[in-house]
């Protein structure tokens, strides 16, 4: 078997730990990151350690079987946005694009008027803010997996459409425009 699959240059890397986050290890199989933003925890996958010295971790893999390798660089991944998360968050911005497109908080819904005959209402998941300014829509949050996710749900409403841009879309999205159709020529 070749020896560059059971290598990650992603899981090779050391987590740096910042002065206020406690990682714990618990049974060897969960890990909690407590930290001023809130407190996250993940199941360790089958076959991957970790190492937790003052202000930093190191992923380690336990055997060397192609079956648990694979988790390596994902594990590393996942811890190192679960340290990201305590600290400083994680953020989406979604902006309008469209005449008479609104968007406004009513408590904790989200509350979308995008061109259908009746406003659509999201509600996000706890742990998650959501602030409206003018047409930019700002999602933000702990968890990476929730920020991303119910950021793309709320683009999923209205995609932003290929001819006039029209939809929502992510700040720095770029849609490639298509040309309309023109007049025939001689007509």
């Known amino acids: ?3 560059f699959i059971n290598m990650s240059n992603i ?4 987590i740096i730990i910042d002065a206020g986050v406690q990682v714990t290890l618990e049974d060897n199989t969960k ?4 930290g001023p933003k809130g407190e996250l925890s993940m199941d360790l996958p089958r076959g991957i350690g970790i190492d937790i010295q003052e202000g930093s971790m190191k992923v380690k893999k336990l055997n060397d079987s192609p079956q648990y390798s694979k988790f390596y660089g994902l594990a590393r991944a996942l811890l190192a946005n679960l340290v990201k998360g305590v ?3 994680f953020e989406k911005k979604l902006e309008l694009v469209g005449v008479g497109y609104r968007a406004r908080m009513e408590g904790r819904e989200l509350v979308l ?3 259908f005959a009746n406003a659509v209402r999201l ?3 706890e742990g ?4 409206v300014a003018e047409n930019i829509i700002i999602i933000s949050g702990n968890n990476k997996q929730y920020v991303g996710d119910f950021a793309a749900e709320v683009r999923k409403i209205r995609p932003p459409e290929p001819y ?4 929502i879309k992510y700040v720095d999205e770029i849609i490639k425009r298509k040309a309309g159709k023109t007049a025939k020529a001689g007509a």
Do not use: E, R
């Open 123 to 125: 509600t996000p998941k």
């Open 87 to 89: 600290t400083v968050g």
């Open 31 to 34: 890990v909690v990151v407590k």
């Open 113 to 115: 008027n995008v061109g």
């Open 11 to 14: 899981g090779k890397q050391i």
């Open 164 to 167: 006039k841009g029209k939809g």
């Open 1 to 3: 078997m070749p020896s």
């Open 128 to 131: 998650l803010t959501v602030a």
